[in-house]
């Protein structure tokens, strides 16, 4: 892990930081000096967890509940951020779930939970963050898609339409929100390996390393540099974009 301090001093809230991908972004964000809000849903134990393994880092973090469907939750959990850290530089949108069935079982319950957890969800933590962010002078969103922002997955109905929605969600908040000096951009992961997607298929790893052209499966700290380097002022000039960090998967015409 990079002992560069680039965010030192600046402060994030990751949501859904408490396992997968979001964690890893959260370890990736305090090694570079950031203070880190770590937002979780379920039970706190995995969140405090985190918490403390990155105040070994020698940075402030503190765990903080909240529903991203909930726009009253939403904004308590910046609040308390705000009242932490005193102001916040970077949001990153991860919370996200997935149903896999094909398109004619999905039920609307399954769709609503999809669809208002990762797509809503997104919308109102831009919305929430973006009205502390304006005040403060800017800072930077960073929002999390998912290979299904080139592919749909049959299996993955209502997530391949939340994923996509949240492609064009950055766009139209980057242009909303530039003359603030807030950033909105999407990193697309490929296949990153997870406690959650290791259980997809029984050799994971191996499985997509064949099939991605640099080799190998993504881990969590792939994403989570390139969070880093989309909160510094290294990407100061960039906004409403999609950037895929694949190792090339989904940059390859399908195999016959």
């Known amino acids: 892990m990079s002992t560069a301090r680039t965010l030192e001093g600046q402060a994030a809230i990751v949501t859904g930081a408490d396992s997968g991908i979001g964690q890893g972004i959260a370890r990736s964000l305090a090694s570079h000096g950031c203070r880190v809000a770590v937002n979780y849903f379920g039970t706190a134990e995995h969140a405090e967890s985190t918490v403390r393994e990155l105040q070994e880092h020698g940075v402030d973090a503190f765990a903080v509940k909240a529903d991203v469907r909930v726009a009253a939750e939403v904004n308590a959990m910046v609040d308390a951020a705000v009242a932490r850290f005193g102001r916040v530089d970077v949001f990153v949108n991860n919370a996200g779930v997935q149903t896999w069935k094909d398109f004619m079982e999905v039920t609307e319950e399954e769709w609503d939970l999809v669809i208002d957890t990762n797509l809503k ?100 700290e792939d994403i989570g540099d390139a969070v880093v380097f989309l909160a510094s002022h290294a990407s100061r000039f960039i906004t409403g974009q999609r950037i895929a960090v694949d190792g090339g998967l989904f940059n390859q015409p399908p195999r016959l």
């Not at 064009?168 to 929100?177: C, D, Q």
């Not at 603030?180 to 490929?190: L, M, S």
């Not at 994971?204 to 190998?216: N, V």
């Open 121 to 220: 969800g997104c919308f109102l933590c831009t919305q929430a963050i973006a009205r502390h962010m304006t005040v403060e002078g800017g800072g930077s969103i960073i929002n999390i898609g998912s290979g299904s922002n080139w592919v749909p997955f049959p299996r993955l109905v209502a997530y391949t339409a939340s994923k996509g929605g949240i492609e064009m969600l950055t766009k139209v908040s980057g242009l909303a929100l530039g003359q603030h000096g807030i950033r909105v951009n999407c990193i697309a992961p490929g296949a990153v390996l997870t406690d959650r997607t290791s259980l997809e298929l029984p050799d994971y790893a191996g499985q997509f390393a064949a099939i991605t052209p640099l080799g190998r499966v993504g881990m969590p």
